[in-house]
């Protein structure tokens, strides 16, 4: 009888005790703050830092590429503007037009409007222009030497009627401050 009375009051203690437990658990769970969900991130990073596409367009191809570019890497988008536009007859290519004399003179520097708004704060620059007789239009030189790309990556991208963009930016290499220069990419019309 003794047994069965200490085998019971045991059995009651160790049941009482894990009740216990289980309601102090219970009561750590309702204390435990709920993490707060964070808000999305208008401006997501792409893990490459701030990036800007800059580009130069006559008639609006290089555009739609550098603004495809701009939406996949949430980069800000800059239209370089010559502070005197081209007309269709400054692109006349078959004739002796504007674009043709400037790509024929290496020191044309036609001039721009403006720069973009803190430069210093990108660490990413995609530079797009159209191709001329092979090469950059000298606007881009323009640009180039209008700020200082150190500590930047760039990365060029053209369109063009069938030329690559070949060796097109290597003579940009040599007018530029920069930190890497990738290679680049040629985007056909469309494409
Ligand atoms: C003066 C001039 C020279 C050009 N030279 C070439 C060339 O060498 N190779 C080529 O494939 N396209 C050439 N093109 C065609 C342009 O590269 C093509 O139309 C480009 O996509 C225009 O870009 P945009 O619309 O952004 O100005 C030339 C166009 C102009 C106006």
Request: glycine content about 6%; charged content about 25%.
């Amino acid at each position: 009888m003794k047994f069965w009375i200490i085998t019971l009051t045991l059995l009651m203690a160790i049941s009482f005790s894990m009740c216990a437990c289980s309601h102090e658990y219970e009561e750590q769970e309702i204390k435990e703050e709920p993490t707060p969900t964070p808000e999305p991130d208008p401006n997501p990073s792409t893990g490459y830092g701030k990036i800007l596409v800059a580009y130069f367009s006559c008639t609006n191809t290089t555009k739609e590429v550098a603004e495809e570019i701009a939406d996949i890497t949430s980069g800000n988008l800059f239209r370089i503007e010559p502070r005197e536009a081209y007309t269709s007859a400054d692109l006349d290519y078959n004739n002796d037009c504007r674009a043709n004399r400037e790509q024929n003179n290496p020191s044309s520097r036609p001039e721009i409007k403006g720069m973009p708004k803190n430069l210093e704060e990108y660490e990413v620059v995609f530079l797009g222009y159209p191709i001329w007789w092979g090469k950059a239009p000298r606007v881009i030189f323009t640009f180039l030497e209008s700020s200082d790309f150190k500590g930047k990556t760039i990365i060029p991208f053209c369109t063009s009627h069938s030329s690559g963009i070949g060796s097109s930016y290597i003579e940009l290499h040599y007018v530029a401050k920069y930190e890497v220069w990738k290679s680049g990419k040629r985007f056909g019309l469309r494409s």
